[in-house]
C-alpha cells in the first residue's frame, strides 16, 4: 500500500536532495580556509536551493507554480553539479558519490516534474 504524500518532507526527491545537501556540508568542511567566502559559500548555497525550491513547490496551487519551483530546483542542482567539478578539479574533494547522487536527485526531479504535467 502506498504511503499518502502529505508534506515535502514525503517525497523521494525532497528526501535525495536534502542527502545531497548534507554530503556537500560533510565534503565542503574540509575545503582550504581561504575558500569560505568563495566556493564553500556557492556550492552550499546552490545545494540548498534544490530541497528548498522542492518544498517551496510544493505547496503551491498551480501546476505552472510547482513547474516553476521545479524548473528552479534543476537549474540550482546544474549549479551544483559545476562547483563539484570545479572542486575536484582544484584538488579538493573526490566526487564519485556525491556525483551519483546528484545524478539521483536529476532523474527524480524529472520524474517529479513529468508527473506533474500528467498529473490531470
Known amino acids: 500500500m502506498r504511503k499518502t504524500v502529505q508534506s515535502f518532507e514525503?517525497?523521494?526527491?525532497?528526501?535525495?536532495?536534502?542527502q545531497l545537501v548534507l554530503h556537500v556540508y560533510r565534503v565542503t568542511k574540509g575545503f582550504p580556509k581561504e575558500e569560505l567566502f568563495g566556493i564553500v559559500?556557492?556550492?552550499?548555497?546552490?545545494?540548498v536551493s534544490v530541497p528548498a525550491n522542492i518544498a517551496e513547490g510544493f505547496r503551491k496551487s498551480t501546476k505552472a507554480e510547482k513547474?516553476?519551483?521545479l524548473t528552479i530546483a534543476h537549474g540550482s542542482l546544474e549549479e551544483t553539479r559545476y562547483y563539484l567539478l570545479l572542486s575536484r578539479d582544484l584538488g579538493y574533494c573526490q566526487i564519485p558519490e556525491?556525483?551519483?547522487l546528484?545524478?539521483?536527485v536529476g532523474k527524480?526531479?524529472?520524474l517529479y516534474y513529468r508527473?506533474?504535467?500528467?498529473?490531470?
Open 10 to 18: 514525503d517525497l523521494l526527491v525532497w528526501q535525495k536532495a536534502h
Open 41 to 47: 559559500s556557492q556550492i552550499r548555497r546552490s545545494a
Open 67 to 69: 513547474q516553476r519551483y
Open 98 to 100: 556525491i556525483r551519483k
Open 102 to 104: 546528484a545524478d539521483e
Open 108 to 110: 527524480l526531479l524529472t
Open 115 to 120: 508527473s506533474i504535467v500528467d498529473f490531470v
